[in-house]
């Protein structure tokens, strides 16, 4: 089966600083990855998602990935945060042809303070 | 908005009711999910369908739930005989079948409070 770790469970940071977050998921197998971000009252919406190619996925609002497989990691980051980054951020991996269930990490909440 | 459905946004039930939520997808789409996040959690996946057929079901899915897609567009998610551990929002996703690797998209949820 597999799982999804999440590091951090909340991280505080000012605007314009760079954020990582860090997601390691644990199966055998090929997988598909993914970001998703969830704001103050809204629902689940998609970051970034990597299927196959380039390790190096861009997404939505100047967020980046990087898939490493040596490493079953797949951490996020974006050079500049702002405000409106404040969230909870999740990590996702489902196994190729497992009929896109989704296993989620534990959640990151990102405080961005003005 | 063409975005995925659930009803009703909020319930508050007592203990030993039964509930029942309702999940609209976007309607091109023919797999369906229902997930469960508890507080601090990340989503957990119940059961899935693809048109009318639930093909996997949870072992968090006990006996006292039940998910149906009758006709293989709107699901419902009953669960029986409620229980103060059965509080937790109720999320339902949704995706495309037809492509090799799709993303699922999600509803707003189903907030249950068990008092």
């Known amino acids: 089966a597999q799982s999804v770790s999440q590091h951090n469970h909340h991280v505080i940071l000012s605007e314009a600083a760079s954020l990582e977050l860090g997601c390691n998921y644990s199966?055998?197998?090929?997988?598909?990855l993914f970001w998703y971000v969830q704001y103050p009252g809204q629902h689940l919406q998609l970051l970034l998602k990597?299927?196959?190619?380039?390790?190096l996925v861009k997404g939505i609002k100047g967020f980046e990935a990087e898939f490493i497989k040596s490493k079953f990691s797949f951490n996020l980051r974006k050079p500049s945060v702002q405000w409106s980054d404040t969230a909870e951020y999740f990590c996702a991996v489902n196994a190729q042809g497992a009929g896109n269930k989704l296993t989620f990490g534990g959640g990151t909440r990102v405080l961005v303070k003005p | 908005d063409t975005g995925v459905s659930q009803n009703p946004r909020h319930k508050i039930t007592k203990r030993g009711q039964n509930v029942t939520f309702r999940c609209d997808p976007i309607?091109?789409?023919?797999?369906l999910y229902w997930y469960r996040q508890t507080l601090g959690q990340g989503p957990e996946f119940l059961t899935y369908?693809?048109?009318?057929?639930?093909?996997?079901k949870s072992r968090l899915l006990s006996d006292r739930f039940s998910a149906e897609r009758p006709k293989g567009s709107f699901s419902t998610l009953e669960i029986q005989r409620t229980e103060q551990g059965d509080s937790a929002m109720y999320l339902c996703?949704?995706?495309?079948?037809?492509?090799?690797?799709?993303?699922?998209?999600f509803g707003q949820g189903t907030r249950l409070t068990v008092v």
């Open positions: 996703a949704s995706s495309s079948g037809t492509e090799r690797n799709t993303e699922a998209f």
């Open positions: 309607s091109e789409h023919n797999r």
């Open positions: 369908f693809q048109n009318e057929a639930q093909l996997e």
């Open positions: 199966y055998g197998g090929t997988v598909n």
């Open positions: 990597y299927f196959s190619g380039d390790p």
